[in-house]
């Protein structure tokens, strides 16, 4: 089978790696871009991607790159905290959870294709338009403005926007709480996200809040943003264990990035053309699940090709999962512990129990991660997607 993928980003490199571990060594990747560079900032990898990865025989060269996230933990604005929880070893998984920049998972990812499957295996400065193609199947995995997509789907527009903004950067500076912490803190509008990534002294931050008018462009992570202009939103969230201001206002550059996702579709599957990662579900960066999601679809389909000979299996898995997760991410997914202690107790308070109950607090966690995929029991006992 000739397979061609559009994009070589996570989603369609993993995609490469995936078929070719399955059996299928025709398959060639096409990148608009003329240089596959290391852009972007830090994302998480959840243990359900991690497993697959690893499954991959990628696991020493991803845990060279990356930072083992120990806890998961939730503050008010002023940095009182609401709930915190183990992550990946540390929680009981089989595998851990990684904190990353996406842009050398990117480089990672595309020397393994080209050690597997060949220096051409992925072609830089192509860019695939529409449905034609001179293969048996196109994986479009080109991303939020997926062009397959649109083929598909024309006249869907641009991504619909939530009416906050993401200001996105890495700052250099000390270690806080475990070390290998993320964080998030703030209400049910405006929040701050803090994980160390690299060497683990490089802090990569999200700040995010509502945006006065239109924003300028929708699904563009590298548009360069004022530091002045972020900082002066969160002035006053000076915590005992972490500078806010000074994170922000250390870094060399920052970026914006409107909220936008996708409107889930009533189907990814067409004759010899499949949907994947972004372009088939792009989703609110909650929950750290878009890359994670855009690795695991890439498993299912090369397991759902190379046992049936069609991505129809893929898509009846996938499809309702990740739709299901687009939606709770609408919903601010696990992140609802933050607006619910605000709205109780938006002064702050003495006691969280008394605000936001353990049991609701452990319900609203363990009810994501079922959602998501990577509920510990459920992920440690399924059955792996590798087919040889």
């Known amino acids: ?34 240089e596959i560079r ?6 998480n990898l959840l243990p359900h991607a991690v497993r697959e990865l690893t499954e991959l025989g990628l696991a020493d060269r991803l845990a060279a790159i990356a930072v083992p996230t120990a806890e998961l933990a939730y503050f008010n604005r002023y940095g009182q905290a609401i709930w915190s929880e183990p992550r990946g070893l540390d929680a009981g998984y089989r595998w851990p959870q990684y904190s990353v920049h996406r842009g050398r998972l990117q480089l990672l990812l595309l020397d393994a294709v080209r050690e597997r499957l060949g220096t051409d295996a992925v072609r830089t400065g192509s860019r695939i338009t529409g449905l034609s193609h001179d293969s048996d199947l196109l994986v479009g995995a080109d991303g939020i403005h997926s062009a397959v997509r649109a083929a598909l789907f024309p006249g869907e527009g641009a991504p619909p926007w939530n009416g906050l903004v993401l200001w996105r950067g890495t700052t250099y500076g000390k270690p806080f709480l475990t070390g290998r ?12 996200v803090a994980y160390p990534i690299g060497d683990g002294r490089q802090i990569n931050w999200i700040a995010e809040r509502p945006l006065d008018g239109e924003p300028p462009e929708r699904g563009n992570w590298n548009r360069p943003a004022d530091l002045a202009a972020i900082v002066e939103h969160f002035a006053d969230w000076q915590f005992d264990w972490l500078d806010v201001p000074g994170i922000i206002t250390g870094a060399e550059a920052a970026y914006e990035y409107p909220m936008v996702d996708r409107e889930p579709l009533p189907y990814w599957t067409r004759d010899d053309v499949v949907l994947l990662g972004d372009a088939a579900h792009a989703m609110y960066p909650i929950g750290s699940n878009g890359a994670s999601q855009a690795i695991i679809d890439a498993r299912v389909l090369a397991h759902s090709l190379a046992t049936t000979g069609s991505a129809a299996a893929y898509e009846e898995i996938r499809r309702p999962a990740t739709t299901a997760l687009q939606l709770a991410n609408r919903q601010q997914g696990p992140e609802v512990v933050m607006r619910l202690a605000h709205e109780r107790a938006p002064d702050g308070f003495h006691d969280i129990e008394q ?11 363990a009810s994501y991660k079922r959602i998501a995929g990577f509920d510990p029991a459920l992920l440690n006992e399924r059955a792996s997607w590798s087919v040889r």
Do not use: N, Y
């Open 1 to 34: 089978m000739q397979i061609t993928i559009a994009g070589a980003g996570i989603g369609g490199l993993a995609t490469a790696l995936s078929l070719h571990a399955a059996g299928f060594a025709d398959v060639v990747v096409h990148e608009a871009a003329e």
């Open 181 to 192: 912490s993320m964080i998030m803190a703030g209400d049910g509008s405006q929040k701050f």
């Open 355 to 365: 605000v936001v109950p353990l049991a609701e607090r452990t319900e609203i966690a």
């Open 38 to 43: 290391p852009l972007g900032v830090g994302i």
